[in-house]
C-alpha cells in the first residue's frame, strides 16, 4: 500500500541551528502534502499545505519565513525550520494522499521529534 | 469550518472490558470522518473511516465506529480491549478524503490495565 516516509525521525541542535526535515512519498505522486505540528499530549494542528511547483498555503499564525516548505517534486516536501529556538521544540507529523487512489485518506508518516537545546 | 470535540481525555479501561470513545463533530457541510490510533513517538495509523454508506463502520484490530447524523457523533468500539490498544486515539473530519488537511479532535488516551 500507499507509504509515506518522513526522515529524520529524531533530532537534537542547538538554539539558532536550522534544521530540514523531508517527506515522501514512496509509491504513488503527492501533489498536495500536509504539515502538522503536535505538542506534547497535544492533538494534532495543520500548519501548512505544500503544494508540489507552488508555494505553500500557511495557517494563521504560522509563520512563514521561520518554516520554509519546498514541495520540488512530486514525491517530496520540505519543511525548514530556520534559526530554531527552543519554542520550536515539538513533534513535526507529515502526510500525503494519493490522488490517483480513489476515496484514499491521508497517509501520514511516522514523525520527527525535534528538540532544541 | 469544522470542529471535533472528544470529551474524554483519558479512558481507563480492564483488559478484556468493552470500551466506547465518543467523539462529536461541527460542520455546515458533509464530512468525512475518521478515527486514528497513535501510539509513543509514532505517526497516525488509519483505524476506520466513514465516507458514505452504511453508518456502522468496520475496522481495524476490532474496532468499529457508527455515524450517527442526528447527533454529529461518531464513536469508536471495541467489545474487548487488550492491553496492546494503549494509546492515543484521535477522531478528525475533512471535506474531502484525502486532499484536504484534517481537523483533529483533541485525543483521548487508552489506558488498558490488567
Known amino acids: 500500500g500507499a507509504v509515506v516516509s518522513q526522515h529524520p525521525s529524531w533530532v537534537i541542535c542547538k538554539s539558532g541551528t536550522s534544521v530540514k526535515i523531508e517527506c515522501r512519498s514512496l509509491d504513488f505522486q503527492a501533489t498536495t502534502m500536509f504539515w502538522y505540528r503536535q505538542f506534547p499530549k497535544q492533538s494534532l494542528m495543520l500548519m501548512a499545505t505544500s503544494n508540489e511547483g507552488s508555494k505553500a498555503t500557511y495557517e494563521q499564525g504560522v509563520e512563514k519565513d521561520k518554516f520554509l516548505i519546498n514541495h520540488a517534486s512530486l514525491t517530496l516536501s520540505t519543511l525548514t525550520v530556520t534559526s530554531a529556538h527552543p519554542e520550536d521544540s515539538s513533534f513535526y507529523i507529515c502526510?500525503?494522499?494519493?490522488?490517483?487512489?480513489?476515496?484514499?485518506?491521508?497517509?501520514f508518516g511516522d514523525g520527527t521529534r525535534l528538540s532544541i537545546l | 469550518a469544522q470542529s471535533v470535540t472528544q470529551l474524554d481525555s483519558q479512558v481507563p479501561v480492564f483488559e478484556e472490558a468493552p470500551v466506547e470513545l465518543r467523539c462529536n463533530y461541527s460542520s455546515s457541510v458533509s464530512v468525512y470522518l475518521f478515527w486514528y490510533v497513535q501510539y509513543p513517538n509514532q505517526g497516525l495509523q488509519l483505524l476506520l473511516k466513514?465516507?458514505?454508506?452504511?453508518?456502522l463502520v468496520k475496522g481495524i484490530n476490532g474496532f468499529e465506529a457508527e455515524f450517527n447524523k442526528s447527533q454529529t457523533s461518531f464513536h469508536l468500539r471495541k467489545p474487548s480491549v487488550h492491553i496492546s490498544d494503549t494509546a492515543e486515539y484521535f477522531c478528525?473530519?475533512?471535506?474531502?478524503?484525502?486532499?484536504?488537511?484534517?481537523?483533529f479532535g483533541s485525543g483521548t488516551r487508552l489506558q488498558v490495565q490488567p
Open positions: 502526510s500525503a494522499s494519493d490522488p490517483g487512489g480513489g476515496n484514499q485518506p491521508q497517509h
Open positions: 466513514y465516507l458514505s454508506g452504511s453508518t
Open positions: 478528525a473530519v475533512s471535506l474531502d478524503t484525502g486532499r484536504r488537511a484534517l481537523t
